[in-house]
């Protein structure tokens, strides 16, 4: 089995929301307060507390258009926070559920189709690695079992690193 690294969004893409930037639509993000669990932040990968406020927008973990290019909403602190950097671990932010959905991509950025199936919490990097093991897999994404939202992305160890991928905002 491959050893795999858990990435957060690139520093590069929420620094530019942070110094005003728009989001992968085009527009300014979003500030709301956060009520507490169910607000993760895609940079540091935990939880924003009840209270803090949290920037809502379009992401797009993606370098370009094309028709497998999903963009959704997700958060991110409104004040600049450490990038997720303990790679080899689990991130906290995926201990806020059972389960996620786990899908492979191909060196094209497109969905590796057969790939993608709701995984308990604690077989997502059994299942990852295994994916990853495949030649025809590049990355994996982490989503929410329930929204689709995008959570984190799953590389070899290795492998160029998702800070340097040119996601979208």
Known sequence: MP???FAAMP????????NGGADAYG??????ISDGPGNPCRHCLRNIDAGQELFVFAYRPFPEL????ETGPIFLHKTPCQRYEAEEILPPVLASSRDFIVRGYGRNDRIVYGTGAVT???DIAVYAASLLERPDIAYVHVRSARNNCYQCRIDKTGAPAYADAGASI
């Open 3 to 5: 050893s795999i690294a």
């Open 120 to 122: 308990p919490t604690g």
């Open 27 to 32: 527009h300014q993000p979003e500030t709301m």
């Open 11 to 18: 520093t590069s893409d929420a620094e530019a929301l942070w």
């Open 66 to 69: 094309q028709p497998y290019a």
